[in-house]
């Protein structure tokens, strides 16, 4: 199983010490507990990270959260383990936004305007989380690269969706993953830029997003004598189903 695969499934898993039913029901209650109190505590994470930017401390967290900071110990090894729970939060976040967009049964047009639109609000509504993702580090390195992992992630399922249309229309889908690749980069790259000028607003720029990613795709099908129209839905809705529990799974 690819390791981008498996800590999506793992999203949101708390520690070893946490982990499986015991048998013992005052045991599993307390192990029930201890799952809740530290997805309390992701949260007193975000809203710190609101308040105080990517450079906030384990104090931080613990003020945000009305507890000691050895009370927040209990739950997080270090401050590298909880940088891995935000990561795993950052990405249920995102996805919970950007998979239904992908798969949304419209033209293609608005449908790569909506997906582009859940991307940029997401980064709109915790640009330190995002900043914290791609650019932070805790004192102890950590052994997962979110940022770096969900962009594999989305880069695959976009593969398969391109390559499942470039097939229907008997065109070579091998520069389906390339494709995905870039795009994604791009969207990445646009996006730290905006977080950081925001020379124009949201709309704005999923508007300039969307026009050149369908440029490229109507320049491709054309040169296969293949004429979509942008603002009709096809006959044909592939979509990617992508779920902490299944992996990727492909639909028609």
Known sequence: MSPVIERVKRSGKPSARDEGATGDARRDRWRKHRIARRKEFVEAALRALDTHGPDLGMEDVAAEAGVTKPVLYRHFD??????????????????????????????????????????FTVIEE??????????????????????????????????????????????????????????????????????DRRSMGRDAVVEY????????????????????DPNQPLEVNKVVQLGRAEGLEETS
Do not use: C
């Open 209 to 228: 997003l969307t026009q050149i990613i369908w440029a490229a795709i109507d320049g491709l099908t054309r040169q296969h004598g293949v004429v979509i």
């Open 78 to 119: 270090d401050k590298a383990d909880l940088y891995v729970a935000l990561g795993q939060r950052g990405t249920e976040i995102l996805f919970e936004r950007l998979i239904p967009a992908i798969n949304a049964e419209l033209a293609p047009v608005p449908r790569i305007r909506m997906a582009l639109d859940a991307f």
């Open 126 to 195: 915790h640009p330190n989380l995002y900043r914290l993702l791609a650019h932070g580090r805790p004192e102890k390195p950590v052994s997962s690269d979110v940022v770096a992992e969900d962009k594999e992630l989305i880069a695959t399922a976009l593969t398969a969706l391109l390559g499942d249309y470039m097939r229907m229309f008997n065109m070579d889908s091998g520069a389906a993953e390339p494709w995905a690749h870039g795009i994604v980069g791009m969207v990445q790259n646009t996006g730290e830029w905006w977080l």
